[in-house]
């Protein structure tokens, strides 16, 4: 005959590993939520992905007998890093600009200015006048390829 087991010290001696765990578990968790609370929000925001727009190579559209109705062309947008144009000239900068791009002289001045480490002045212009910006070599300003549905 078989000899009998006392199944109440398993089950206590289980509950008490289950505890343990459950214990572990618990103040784990509260580590996380309050102790070390900063240190993993500030991880959570440095993995945090930004919305980047990419605009999409389009292709030519043509109507039912083949006639070109839209293509895209390729163009320039001008930009300026403004704590590179403080260490030259951006008075001077802003009046020679100004008119090739159309716009005031107070307000491309103020961009030129700005507190901002990086600003558009003006997007998509003609090859013309990009070839004329280029020609000036004001340092802080540079150009973008983009492209304008024509």
Do not use: C
């Amino acid at each position: 005959m078989l000899a009998r087991t006392d199944s109440r010290a398993r089950a206590l001696f289980l509950l008490i590993i289950a505890t343990m765990i459950a214990t572990t578990v618990g103040g784990r968790l509260v580590w996380w939520q309050v102790a070390d609370r900063q240190r993993l929000a500030t991880m959570a925001l440095s993995q945090m992905a930004q919305n980047e727009e990419i605009p999409a190579a389009r292709g030519e559209i043509r109507d039912a007998n083949g006639v070109l109705l839209a293509i895209s062309v390729g163009v320039q947008s001008v930009y300026a890093i403004p704590p590179t144009v403080h260490n030259g000239d951006p008075e001077g900068a802003a009046s020679l600009l100004a008119p090739l791009l159309g716009m005031d002289v107070v307000d491309l001045r103020a961009r030129l200015t700005s507190k901002n480490p990086w600003v558009w002045l003006k997007r998509r212009i003609d090859p013309k006048v990009a070839q004329q910006v280029t020609a000036l070599h004001i340092p802080g300003i540079g150009m973008l390829p983009e492209t304008r549905r024509m």
